[in-house]
Every structure is written in C-alpha cells, then in structure tokens.
C-alpha cells in the first residue's frame, strides 16, 4: 500500500506492519471520557458517548495498567484471605502467583533480562531513593584524600538531597565533596561523553564515587553507561547510575558493562503502578559472600546497612544474632517487601517476558524517530514551529521520551488545548513538554494525532498569547494547588 508519508492513512499502516501492535490491547488505556469524568462510576451519559481512547504518552512518568494487573491483585488478597499466614508458604494449583515468602525471588528473576543482569544481582525491594542510600552507604567510603562524588547538575532534586545527606552523614560539607556536571553551551542542555570522561580524568584523584543518569529525566538524553562505566574504572571509581527513565526503556547490559551498583523505579515504563516498588542491581563481583573469612571472624562480605530479609533464607526464622547475607543483590534487602507492590509488579513482568528488550528498543526507536519527523516539519517555508526539540537526535543518545522547549508563555495554554483533546504528556515548568510513545501501548497513529493536536494547539495559544486566561485542566484539578507541577 502505498500512502503519502505525513497522512494519518501511513500511520495506519506502520501500526499494521508493527510486530508488537498485540501487546496494546494488554494495557487499560483511559477513555477521553474518563479523563475528563470528576467520578471513577461510569454514568449512563458517558456509557451512551463514545469510548474514544485518549492519547497517552506520559509512559515516562507514570506508565498504564496491565489489564492482567487487577486479576494478580485479586488473587494475591483472596491468598491472603482464604490462608492467612499460610499464604506464605502454600502454592496453588489456580494461582500465577508464587506464595509470598518466595515473590521476591520470581520478581528478581523476572526483572534481570530487562536490565541485563543475572538473576542473582537484581533485587525488587524498597523505593529508588530508598535504595540510593542503602546502596551508597556500601558504595560511598570517603577517604581524607578521595571524598567527592562526581553527578550532574540538573539530576532529579532526590537524587541530590541523597548525595548531599550521604555526604553530610560523613561529617563532610556539599560544597566542597560534590562535582557538578553542567552542559558547556549555555544553549544546551546536553551533556557530551567526552565531557563526562574528562571531569573523570581531572578529578579522579580527589573522587570516591561517580553517581549518574542512565537517562536524563528532564532532556530524555540517554548516556553511554558502557564508556562512561568503564573510564571510571580505569581509574579506580566506583560508579552507580539511575535507572528510573532507562529500565525498560533503553536495552541494558548491566552485567557485562561491569556496572558497580543502580537503582530503578517500576512505576514508569515498567507499569507497576503510582510509586510501585523498585529495584536495584549490585555487580556479582561485590556481593560474595566469604564462608571461610566468617569463619574467621572476619567480616567475608561488603559493608551494608543489613536487615533481616537480606539474611540467609535457611537460617532466616531460626532468629540468631548472627547475620548472614545472601549472595547477590538479594543480601542488600532489609525488611520484608511488601508482597502487594510486588504482585503488582510481577503483572506487568509478565508482559515484558513474551517479548524482549531487543524488539521494544526497536519499535522505541522507530516511533520515536516518526514522532520526531512529524515534530520537525514546518507550516510553511517561510514560517518556523513555536518550539525545538531539546533531545539529542541521534537514536543512540536517547530513550522513548521527547522533550520539546516551547516559546515562552505557550505551556499553560498548550497543555489546556491537549488535555481538552484527550492528549495526556508531561509537563515541566516553564516551558517543557515531554512527550513518550512507549512501544508496548502506543501506536503510530497515537503519535499522528498527537502531532496534529500539538501543532493547532500551539498556533492556537500563540495567536492568542496575550488574551490571559490560559491554564490546564490538572490546574483546576488542584495539580499546581498541591504541587503536583513539582512533583512530576
């Protein structure tokens, strides 16, 4: 079939050709109905309108809902019910669900092929931040001579209230430990490999650690971790990233890029649910467990904040004062992950697994790619579109995500134009857009209509730029009243 390029009927085309196109009919998608509904009951009104799905590229801040994810849920409480503390223990012949004692082991071995890691390195416990600590109170050792962390400046304000707070546990001061990456061009907002790699080599004699981005979460770049990696272990530093924008967005060789430590969230591209549990990878290299050293009285493992459920499942309810880890990752654990967050994640897991991270980057680069082709074409030769696209162009350095730099004073106005066209993104003051066709839920014809919906809305609201008035739907929602414009 052939069809004009930039035609809707094209898109049409690309979804049928698409190799994933069954997995969207995996995920709740939201009715524009629902979106604008003030009530979770449908009303006999909105069952009579039509059933339209809404456009939803916000995967990178909150992803969908598996449609499976309600029934795991359901089965998980009804174990809970029907066996109380047995459920702990007990399989069943009609549940997908491991009994709870044991499902953090199913999510760890789920998770792992995502990442790149063995199923040994991977831990589904606790929240990104709250690993950030726990993994830098190992990882973090500050030294009189090497006592700086090297991270970036813009890096997601949680990410530097933990450096900061790690820095101040060591009765050291922020300004003085911490190394900051800004872009070289004050017009960008991109920072370059080479950049990275030469802070390194400057700074390494007076560096303990090196804590970045996998992706960036405000320009969508994405980092050469593999390079970047391994520098810094040519010169003797540890390095962890931040997973959150990359894990299950971009293919990840945690194990075989030598990655030290990382940390991730699962509630983004990895669907598990508004602040779903998240994870963490520690190299197999740094979670040995040496018996004959224990033996000794030594210590025969690295230094850890330690919880019970990081301890040896063989001797876990035997209740001695004597801690044992884990090997792996799973020895980091604290306390008893709550089985609820886990089951939610393992539904989306579920998904993941009948596919692969090689064909979701595949698809992930293509559409993003599309989404940028539509994005880049302009009115007219003699006009030039209202914004630019922060994100790097080249597919290598980038995710899913696309963040488009309005001219000033268009966001408020843009953002109420798509939300009443039943398009949801993201939004960052004061300008900034950030768009994110994941590719197991959105289609091409997503992106098309998006790009219509976003072009008449810009010339709409730059028209109209000077008439006041302009604010989005989350914004009488109560989003800015509560702070929500912050928190995304």
């Known amino acids: 079939m052939d069809t004009d390029a930039n035609s809707r009927e094209h898109a049409e085309e690309r979804d049928r050709q698409d190799p994933l196109r069954s997995f969207r009919d995996q995920f709740l998608i939201p009715t524009k109905a629902d979106l604008k509904s003030r009530t979770l009951a449908t009303s006999p009104q909105q069952k009579s309108e039509s059933e339209e799905s809404s ?265 001695g004062n004597n801690f044992l880890p884990i090997p792996g990752a799973a020895g980091f654990q604290v306390g008893n992950p709550s089985a609820l967050a886990l089951t939610a994640v393992l539904a989306s897991l579920e998904v993941f697994a009948e596919t692969d991270m090689k064909a979701i980057r595949t698809k992930s680069v293509d559409i993003t790619n599309y989404l940028e082709e539509l994005l880049l074409q302009t009115p007219s030769q003699e006009s030039s579109n209202p914004y630019r696209i922060l994100t790097p162009s080249k597919p290598k350095e980038r995710g899913a995500q696309l963040s488009v730099l309005l001219e000033e004073g268009l966001l408020d106005g843009v953002m109420a134009e798509l939300e009443d066209a039943g398009v949801v993104v993201d939004e960052r003051k004061p300008d900034v857009v950030r768009v994110a066709p994941a590719p197991l839920y959105n289609s091409y014809v997503d992106v098309w209509d998006f790009v219509r919906i976003f072009r008449e809305a810009c010339e709409k609201v730059k028209t109209k730029r000077d008439e006041g008035a302009n604010g989005s739907v989350m914004a009488k929602g109560g989003k800015e009243e509560k702070g929500w414009g912050l928190i995304k």
């Open 55 to 319: 456009i939803y590229l916000c995967g990178n801040s909150l992803g969908l809902q598996p449609r499976r994810t309600p029934e795991r849920i359901q089965s998980h409480l009804t174990t809970w019910a029907k066996k109380g503390v047995f459920g702990h223990f007990v399989e069943h012949e009609d549940s997908a669900l491991p009994p709870f004692l044991h499902v953090d082991n199913v999510a760890a071995k789920k998770m792992a092929p995502i990442v790149g890691a063995l199923e040994s390195e991977v831990a589904v416990m606790e929240t990104l931040t709250a690993n950030i600590h726990l993994l830098m109170s190992s990882f973090y050792q500050p030294t009189k001579e090497k006592f700086k962390i090297i991270m970036e400046g813009k890096a997601f304000p949680s990410d530097r209230y933990a450096v900061e707070s790690q820095i101040r546990h060591h009765g050291l001061d922020p300004k003085d430990a911490i190394i900051l990456l800004e872009p070289i061009e004050p017009s960008s907002s991109i920072i370059s490999t080479s950049q990275v790699l030469t802070t390194i080599d400057k700074h390494a004699s007076s560096t303990a650690l090196v804590w970045l981005p996998g992706v960036q979460y405000y320009t969508g770049q994405c980092w050469d971790m593999k390079t970047i990696t391994a520098h810094a272990h040519s010169k003797g530093l540890s390095i962890g990233w931040d997973l959150a924008h990359a894990a299950g967005n971009v293919e990840l060789q945690l194990h075989d890029w030598g990655v030290d430590f990382a940390v991730w969230c699962s509630y983004k591209y990895l669907n598990s649910g508004p602040g779903g549990i998240g994870a963490l990878f520690v190299h197999e290299k740094h979670g040995k467990v040496d018996m004959d050293a224990m033996s000794q009285g030594k210590e025969g493992y690295r230094p850890r904040l330690s919880g019970w459920w990081g301890g040896d499942k063989a001797t876990r309810f035997s209740m």
